[in-house]
């Protein structure tokens, strides 16, 4: 019997293993992991085909097995008309580095500039698409008139207006790889106005509103005025201060 202790004590140690493992396999296999959509090719491709619809399809990769030059999905009709500098075989990533491409400046209009700014947040790049018509929204810092009384200083107070009524998209995120997720927008103005908005990007909180395509209407800037505190305080003026009650839904 004392002899059969150590054995019933290791099967017991090894079914525990066992279902601890399966414990983590299942676990693991519960929490999906996040997919992508990038560009693979449809079926085999001799170097030298040009490129159109039906050559590619979409391929879900993890994000964790993400190829650095995979290019997205949503970029796919970008490649149309590029031709091929290799052979592809179906189901084959298609990298930037495949084919001649275009560049970005050929599309920029005569007498304009392409100009990249960072926005707060990625999220609403990931709204907008190349050709989308945008307003540019500024919230910055202005040196008040009114002197502090006490200090003898300028006061300063943050003001919120339209910098540039329209501009058109270029490029969301910098690029077409999977693999670049920044909050980036390439935008087009003449040169004077990229420079404003260069400069504006240093000093100002800038954040891009959709607009309609084609849209001809308010595109003068002054149209839509300012804000600021004092349009806080007008909202207020003649509302009675709400009470919340100690008990919700009661009004006690």
């Known amino acids: 019997m004392k002899n059969s202790i150590p054995l019933i004590l290791a099967v017991v140690l090894g079914l525990a293993a066992v279902f601890a493992v399966g414990r983590v396999i299942s676990s693991n296999i519960a929490q999906k992991e996040d997919m992508i959509d990038v560009v693979a090719a449809q079926r085999d491709i001799p170097a ?26 949503n970029k796919a009709p970008m490649l149309n008309g590029q031709k091929l500098l290799v052979n592809k075989s179906a189901g084959d ?66 003001v919120t207006t339209v910098l540039f009524p329209r501009v058109r998209v270029l490029e ?44 001809s209407s308010a595109l003068n800037r002054l149209d839509a005025g300012m804000v600021d505190m004092s349009t806080f305080r007008k909202l207020l003026e003649g509302q009675e201060t709400v009470v919340i009650p100690k008990i919700p839904n009661t009004g006690k």
């Open 48 to 73: 030298g085909e040009t490129l159109a619809e039906g050559f590619y399809r979409p391929k879900k990769v993890p994000r964790s097995a993400l190829p650095a030059q995979a290019i997205m999905w």
């Open 93 to 158: 990533y298609i990298y930037l580095s495949d084919f001649q491409t275009q560049g970005i400046g050929n599309v920029v209009g005569e007498g304009e500039w392409a100009v990249a700014i960072q926005l707060p947040s990625r999220s609403i790049a990931s709204m907008l698409k190349p050709g989308d018509e945008v307003a540019i929204i500024a919230t910055f810092q202005v040196e008040d008139k009114q002197k502090n009384q006490d200090s003898g200083k300028n006061n300063t107070k943050e």
């Open 172 to 215: 969301i995120g910098g690029g077409m790889f999977a693999s670049d997720q920044s909050g980036t927008l390439v935008l087009q103005l003449p040169p004077q106005q990229a420079q404003t908005l260069i400069a504006a990007s240093r000093v100002a909180s800038l954040y891009p509103a959709l607009r309609r395509p084609n849209d």
